[in-house]
């Protein structure tokens, strides 16, 4: 890409829309870029608050119409913050038009539209982007540095879990409770995440799962009529075994009903050397415990990553201890797709289509398992 | 019992010997008893080390004739500290001798020897005590009282890890790696605890498991050898999904590797209305969210639980804030049984051989489901 | 202020620069305003460096000359970001232009001259405002929140400390280890947050104080050449035992050289019926003790100060516990001065000049005490 | 000290009595000591009370006369457990019976009754030993090692406070609120210990202080009458900012109504190359930061300091994070009581009148300089 500036179009104006114009709106505030990032068009449904958030946010042009948008020559990057349902279409077309692509978290609700995306992406030869955004919390970079310096050794245990409260059974049937839209509960929404992070700091892949689903709360309050209540269709809580290609064994588990946890994202790596946890209602800070120090100084050290000097991402943001929030992974991100969109390299490891397909075949290795009570391997994903 | 005294006959005088001795020796001096426990007989196998040890416990006699010190007449109870594989021969001999028995947990290493336990039990109608020491922690006695008081409301999640890092590839292959003597490895140790802690604090039971089972180090350096290998026989970790009578569902893992965490026996209970979290590391302190209170003054509460005046066994104790340690389990544990001996009631509920033979069907059926790799109902398990 | 915008005029592009520009870029994104805020001009002394700058952050204009932009009719806003020893002379032209000013803490470096800038504002009857920008990080405005529901009751201990590590013998000589630039050292730099932050959360004013002051690091590396040596003429830490109008008593410390603490504004609240805790290192937790709960609940809550229906300042950013960070804190005062300036009310209680005059006091007296070696009454400072 | 055994007899049989009793019950059970304490006799007033506390901890004689049982010819280590206006008159007497002499803490109530009993001491030629138990928390001995092995450098700065919470104004007015019995209030039982910890980890002594005292609650309920109140006349806190012989500088602060700290006896220490933080509600962790690590390493790291391989005192208890508690000081403190009266090192060092003195002469000077409002030099105290 010669040019230096990269025209977005963004799909999306709910709360992954205000999540990425911010992140557009920052990126080249903070970061030295090899190409500048223009906030040219957003897409959504609902015009009157499309005009106004596309004012608020200062996006050039804004429509209802994505099929348009995505054609439009001007256009080089299409944002893709929708619902999942729709991910697949228009990544297709957007691909078909030739655009790079970067689209949100899971790729997509079934295994074949994910796979249909990484046929696609592969023969538009267009670069991809899957916004698993918790890869940029500096902590989270800052733990595979350490592992990728062998400070764990051989690693014995991974022990995941992305814990929200948020259903309970006062929690009306909104659409992530419909499994036609959402595709799944907490699983595609949570565990994605935290399979993700797994991947990315191990290095390893995910062999062969053991899982349940468990929907506790059946019938919820309609939106509409909370006097009334329809069918939830979908888990309030996935948990899944799992085996790893390097001999590490794992846990995983979403849930949207744990009850005082708002945002715990966490997991714990346990190496013959060293061991990392992290939780993500402390993102500025990463536990690291290191067997090789003298053994009466051994303990869990809380390493606050806030460094310019020693941290990554950090450079770009403020002093030391002047600790960063949720937006910010998202920033570092729109960052690292501009310098590979000007041919340098990401901080750290970025997924495209075809590595979130591994994700992808986890997930729904975990379901089927579930379903059939039994271990799957999760290359019988096909 | 009508007299005032119980003569106790202590079998094993190694690491159990020693908890148990000075529980024996403490709890008549914090605690107001019915009856008074006298520290009668100490019974090991090394002449020479029993006897050092009887002095200096201040037990009256010792003997290395576990069977002759139990057909005693003058002994009242038999507690049973040796390794597992020795417990129900001596548990059978003693309650045919008419003799009250308290042994270590686990209660058996398979559960045909433990339901042979269970029918002795029953048929000499003489009480059992099972060493589930972490019971009789104020913590977790606390966290029963919460649960029972109705703050949690319906239980959702049960999260409980037992994790140690003794077990690295440097650790000689002492019996605790032999499956003849120890019969398993993390798991009968360590998972043991933790599914009865789940147990004691839901009040419900496990009905179906799946699990896996791992032995990372398979072969470790001789004891007598260090420069010789030999093969260990037992697991390092065990992880198993759970369904509980009520609805709840659970993870239990017990591993010996988990780099950093000493004696991290930590459970998380997730209800509708609340949650708790405890950690070994931290035995004075209970965490608990209440979603109860107004929405801007909820959070984790870090509930110091030593006030005498308010939390369970601190009465015996000292001033509030003065903290106890992992002893105190013991004598609090103790001091239940004397007066359970003395016709009194425990402060929380006492296993006996029927309630653990409970926890070792979980045990078992987690095993099994391992090799299987499907779920099994525990009460298959017969 | 007839006008719906109000077009800022920013004095200062380095450090306390950049968190403004990105205050005043993001808070109509965010929040919902009565007035909206132009980023007009911006203005600086190195012309190249200030080109770059403006152009970066989207600032219409900029100046090196800030006398011709203060009287620039355009211009509602003067925003003094500058060293310390430039804030008179800059506020004072600003008020007789008629510009409503918001200045960087500490107000001046001398009593004297705040008093100057007090009387002036009085003079102009425009608005004046001043950084103390952790009043409005959302868990300190709810400790304020809390404080005035009664929770705490007659307030007995106040203890403050803000510690930084920056400051150690490899530090060169800066400008901040210049007393004529930079007034005193950690005292202004650091006291002057704390001071604020007890007076704000308590509504007492300090009365009488007695203190010391250090200079661990008597000599320091010239920046322009490490191996030369130059004197450092300011604290290196400066503590103070005082006392409040309403009673309680408080200690305050500040320090550069309090190795492990990065950014350690502490502060700590007793009062007869509950206690406050808040650490800037988590700013998104406030720690609250209730004595008012049945006493077996009682502990620490660790609230994490993020829900948008019940914290504050949180509507305008993210879900739960999706944190935000320092910057933050400027935009949620821009936010507060853009009502302010629009006639509405801010949502926790803003310092104008009058305001920060108190602050100022307090911290000349303690410096007072320190060099008399006796307590100094705060209204002897003149 | 030729023969093997030390006969004991310990004055008083409250709070005290019950910690010292344990202590000397169970020191030589997980000891090796090279000469066997004897439980000889108890003294208390109270006949009744005293002859059951005696067959509870299993005392071999009990007496209400102290003046006899110093003058018994069998007894050879007095142990004062009484109200500290009686600690004078016993220590004396004991010395002149040519007995050891180990008593509670504060030393004394005045300066000059502690200079008596340092004159007495040196003439009897006899050892001496005061029940400064904190010194002898595994973790706090560990941080003293940890400075001496230079891990600190040079010491700025020295934050102890010891917070409680327990003299709210329902707590009725007992001896501990009345001057003519307990000498000072808060200052007395809590600034002693932390003085105390502040000279045996930094060794270094403290020079000078500028303090401040305030009794909140000059009323309390009568005990016998709660009805009615009378007068407080001792402090319910004591502040006071300190400068140290080596350098360094501190804040002290003590207090009994810090709502929400039960037993926060806590000290935090910066130097220049590290620092280290203790809170005794959390006895058994250390928290330790160490600047010369890398620097993406750095962090506050959680020593849990119950390794029996590496941490003091731990090789006579349990298992890695078999957590002990506070009774555990007292035991560990008989030992090296023990130990010392066998010619051996005791593991730290222990404080004799002498050393007392020191932290005595701290106290007075801090009162002093509160009443005076000036800095007071602490050798002015004589």
Not at 10 to 15: R, T
Not at 87 to 112: D, M, R, S
Not at 182 to 199: E, F, M, P, Q
Not at 301 to 329: M, V
């Amino acid at each position: 890409m010669a040019k230096s500036t990269i025209n977005i179009a963004l799909i999306g104006q709910k709360f992954m829309g205000k999540a990425h114009s911010n992140a557009w709106l920052k990126v080249a505030k903070f970061f030295d870029l090899p190409v500048e990032p223009i906030m040219h068009t957003v897409v959504g449904r609902n015009k009157e608050e499309l005009k106004t958030f596309a004012a608020r946010w200062g996006w050039q042009n804004h429509s209802t119409d994505w099929k348009k948008v995505i054609s439009d020559p001007a256009i080089d990057l299409v944002d893709i913050g929708t619902p999942n349902n729709l991910h697949e279409t228009i990544a297709l077309a957007a691909l078909k038009a030739g655009k790079a692509v970067a689209c949100e978290k899971p790729l997509a609700n079934t295994f074949q539209a994910a796979k249909n995306m990484v046929t696609a992406a592969k023969k538009s030869h267009k670069p991809t982007f899957v916004w698993f955004n918790y890869r940029r919390v500096p902590a989270l970079a800052l733990a595979r540095q350490i592992i990728n310096e062998g400070r764990l050794g051989k690693i014995y245990h991974v022990r995941a879990q992305y814990l929200q409260d948020w259903g309970g059974p006062e929690t009306p049937l909104v659409w992530r409770f419909n499994k036609k839209l959402a595709g799944s509960g907490a699983h595609g929404d949570l565990n994605a995440h935290i399979v993700d992070i797994a991947r990315f700091l191990t290095n390893q892949e995910i062999t062969e799962v053991s899982g349940m689903a468990e929907t506790f709360i059946k019938e919820r309050p309609l939106p509409e009529n909370p006097k009334k209540k329809g069918k939830s269709t979908v888990d309030d809580a996935v948990l899944f075994l799992a085996r790893f290609t390097g001999g590490a064994i794992g846990s995983f588990e979403a849930t949207r009903v744990a009850t005082g946890n708002k945002n715990g994202n966490q997991i714990e790596i346990n190496g013959e050397k060293g061991s990392l946890y992290f939780n993500f209602e402390q993102m500025n800070e990463l536990m690291f415990y290191d067997a090789s120090l003298p053994q009466h100084l051994q303990g869990w050290t809380n390493i606050l990553a806030t460094s310019p000097g020693s941290h990554p991402y950090f450079y770009a943001w403020w002093p030391d201890a002047h600790i960063i929030g949720y937006e910010h992974t998202f920033v570092n991100m729109a960052a690292d797709i501009c310098k590979m969109l000007g041919g340098k390299k990401p901080e750290v490891p970025m997924p495209d289509f075809e590595d979130a397909l591994k994700t992808q075949q986890v997930l729904d290795a975990a379901l089927l398992s579930a379903a059939k009570k039994t271990w799957i391997k999760v290359n019988s994903i096909k």
